[in-house]
């Protein structure tokens, strides 16, 4: 059974940082992309970040580019948003999201990735 739980979410400060956490169990972790999504109230989920399997190509939304870092550690089957200068229009959901390397040309789209997590709120206030 493939798992994938995410952690780290909050309440922060507009301008603050926060790391979330998703770590995934129940398949081979190296074989997969990861993605993160987010949901803001009353909004479509929408991408944020994917990192693909060989850890070196890294994608990302305009909102969040050059303030959000995705990563991956392989020997602990976890991949990593790293959120920094925060802003009231980042709160939301965030979705972590895995897809099989052989669709890493999907990276964009939700139905390419078959397993999800739970979801970890971050709310920014301002």
């Known amino acids: 059974q493939v798992q994938l739980v995410e952690s780290g979410g909050r309440l922060v400060q507009a301008g603050a940082s926060l790391r979330l956490s998703c770590t995934v169990s129940g398949v081979t972790f190296m074989n997969l992309g990861m993605g993160w999504f987010r949901q803001a109230p009353e909004k479509e989920r929408e991408f944020v970040a994917h990192?693909?399997?060989?850890?070196?190509?890294?994608y990302y939304s305009d909102s969040v580019k050059g303030r959000f870092t995705i990563s991956r550690d392989n020997a602990k089957n976890t991949t990593y948003l790293q959120m920094n200068s925060l802003e009231p229009g980042d709160t939301g959901v965030y979705y972590c999201?895995?897809?099989?390397?052989?669709?890493?040309?999907?990276?964009?789209?939700?139905?390419?990735?078959?397993?999800w997590g739970q979801g970890t709120q971050v709310t920014v206030s301002s």
């Open positions: 999201a895995a897809l099989n390397k052989r669709y890493s040309y999907g990276y964009l789209l939700q139905r390419y990735y078959p397993y």
């Open positions: 990192i693909h399997y060989n850890g070196v190509n890294t």
